[in-house]
T-cell receptor, first 116, second 108 residues
Framework: DTGVSQDPRHKITKRGQNVTFRCDPI?????LYWYRQTLGQGPEFLTY????????KSRLLSDRFSAERPKGSFSTLEIQRTEQGDSAMYLC??????????????FGPGTRLTVT | DAKTTQPPSMDCAEGRAANLPCNHS???????VYWYRQIHSQGPQYIIH???NNETNEMASLIITEDRKSSTLILPHATLRDTAVYYC?????????FGAGTILRVKS
């Protein structure tokens, strides 16, 4: 257990429905990342926050995806109008960034989304 | 795109050292070398990272060549539980870019 938790662990939804995932990072960590992983591939970066500010979004993050970190603590990732291609493992990671430090990230267990 | 090259798979006998190579010939001066592993259906697990010097922690050792163009992750006494996909990543802050990694199979 890394201290990063994700909820739910599994989600099955019908195509066209909206889904929301939650990530609770390690409490003192100021950075929070979202990744997506499909079967047989390495994780792909989606977006990251430093405190409450969303600093970078991947081109993979279409308009149907939105992420928030309203108080700089937990984060949510929402997918609107889900498509079968959204089926994947959604991973959250957190890290502590300080001046001059390195940036190891600690990952949660992931949320596995299946769109039927 | 990932900036590293790793062999797709390796086998190791239980109790022996596992040496996982990684080439990163385009690494820049301020980029760190990170190693993560992912056991089936779990999130990636941080192992170790380094900039120039060799590093050791309770899990592994990281040997970085003097020109920094390659590195080796060493698991000193591999166990069956070390069977996983091992990712070598070079990055400075921000996002991690994962390649395909090396599937390490530890066999009894």
């Amino acid at each position: 257990d890394t201290g990063v938790s994700q909820d739910p662990r599994h989600k099955i939804t019908k195509r066209g429905q909206n889904v929301t995932f939650r990530c609770d990072p390690i409490s003192e960590h100021n950075r929070l990342y979202w990744y997506r992983q499909t079967l047989g591939q390495g994780p792909e970066f989606l977006t990251y926050f430093q405190n409450e500010a969303q600093l970078e979004k991947s081109r993979l993050l279409s308009d149907r995806f939105s992420a928030e970190r309203p108080k700089g603590s937990f984060s949510t990732l929402e997918i609107q109008r889900t498509e079968q291609g959204d089926s994947a493992m959604y991973l959250c990671a957190s890290s502590l960034i300080t001046t001059g430090s390195s940036y190891e990230q600690y990952f949660g267990p992931g949320t596995r989304l299946t769109v039927t | 795109d990932a900036k590293t090259t790793q062999p797709p798979s390796m086998d190791c006998a239980e109790g022996r050292a596992a040496n996982l190579p990684c080439n990163h010939s385009t690494i820049s001066g301020n980029e760190y070398v990170y190693w993560y592993r992912q056991i089936h259906s779990q999130g990636p697990q941080y192992i170790i990272h380094g900039l120039k010097n060799n590093e050791t922690n309770e899990m592994a050792s990281l040997i970085i060549t003097e020109d920094r163009k390659s590195s080796t992750l060493i698991l000193p006494h591999a166990t069956l539980r070390d069977t996983a996909v091992y990712y070598c990543i070079v990055e400075y802050g921000n996002k991690l870019v994962f390649g395909a990694g090396t599937i390490l199979r530890v066999k009894s």
